[in-house]
C-alpha cells in the first residue's frame, strides 16, 4: 500500500489542476491542491482541514473534492463549473456544510446537512453521489469510530446488501434516513477486524466489489 493510501484505497485519482482552474470561476480552486496531478483521499482530507480552519472556502472546498469525484472525466470541470457559478451557490455550499467544523459529529448533525442538500441549501447539478463526497470529506472524524458520513453513489449502492436497508433499492436521490440507515450498517461492519473501526474502509470495499458479507 502507497503510504499516501488509506487501508483500501486502491489508487490516486488523476486531477489537472490547470485545466480545473481554468474552467472554475475565479478564486474557486484552492491552492497547493493537486500540484502533483494525482490526488490520494488523503490530500482532500488535508484541503477539509483547512477548510474547517477557515483557510479555504466552502467553494474552494467543493472545488477540491468534485475534481477528485470526476477524475478524468472530460466533462467535470465544466459541470463542477455550471454548478459553483449559480447564484447563492457559496452560501448554500457553506449553510450545508457549515455544522461539520466541530470536531464531533453527531447522526442527528449529519442527517440535516444531508437534507439541506436537498432542500433549502439545493443546487441543480448537485446530486447525492457527489454531495455525499462533500459530506465525507468534511465530516469524516478517523480515528473516532462509530457512525460517520460515507460516499453514496449507483456503484456502493449496487453492492449493499439487504441488510444495509433500502440504499441498495436506488441508484440516486436518497433519502437522508435511508442515507442514515447505510451509515449506521457500515458503522456495524467496521467493527470487523479487516476495517479497522473505520466505516470507509467499508465503502471503500464495496466500491471495488471487495466486500464480502
Known amino acids: 500500500m502507497p503510504h499516501d493510501a488509506l ?3 486502491p489508487e490516486p485519482i488523476p486531477v489537472d489542476s490547470t485545466r480545473w482552474t481554468a474552467a472554475l470561476p475565479p478564486g474557486a480552486w484552492p491552492a497547493s491542491f493537486a500540484v502533483s496531478g494525482k490526488v490520494w483521499r488523503n490530500e482532500v482530507f488535508v484541503l477539509a482541514e483547512r477548510w474547517r480552519a477557515r483557510d479555504v472556502s466552502s467553494v474552494q472546498l467543493a472545488a477540491g473534492v468534485l475534481a477528485w469525484g470526476h477524475g478524468i472525466r472530460g466533462y467535470g470541470p465544466f459541470r463542477t463549473g455550471r454548478i459553483l457559478t449559480q447564484e447563492h451557490a457559496a452560501e448554500r455550499l457553506e449553510a450545508a456544510l457549515s455544522e461539520l467544523r466541530p470536531d464531533a459529529v453527531t447522526p442527528a448533525v449529519l442527517e ?3 437534507e439541506r442538500f436537498t432542500t433549502t441549501a439545493k443546487l441543480t447539478g448537485l446530486g447525492a453521489a457527489f454531495f455525499t463526497k462533500l459530506l465525507y470529506f468534511a465530516g469524516y472524524r478517523r480515528g473516532a469510530g462509530g ?3 460515507l460516499i453514496l453513489d449507483r456503484v ?3 453492492r449493499l446488501p439487504a441488510s444495509a436497508g ?5 441508484r440516486t436521490a436518497w433519502w437522508a434516513g ?3 440507515a447505510y451509515l449506521r450498517w457500515a458503522a456495524d461492519q467496521a467493527t470487523r477486524p479487516e476495517f479497522g473501526g ?3 474502509g467499508v465503502e471503500m470495499a464495496l466500491f471495488t466489489g471487495s466486500w464480502k458479507p
Request: aromatic share 14%; glycine share 8%; proline share 13%.
Open 178 to 180: 435511508t442515507w442514515l
Open 166 to 170: 433500502s440504499a441498495g433499492k436506488y
Open 112 to 114: 440535516d446537512c444531508y
Open 7 to 9: 487501508p483500501g484505497e
Open 147 to 149: 457512525i460517520q458520513p
Open 198 to 200: 473505520e466505516p470507509d
Open 156 to 158: 456502493v449502492a449496487s
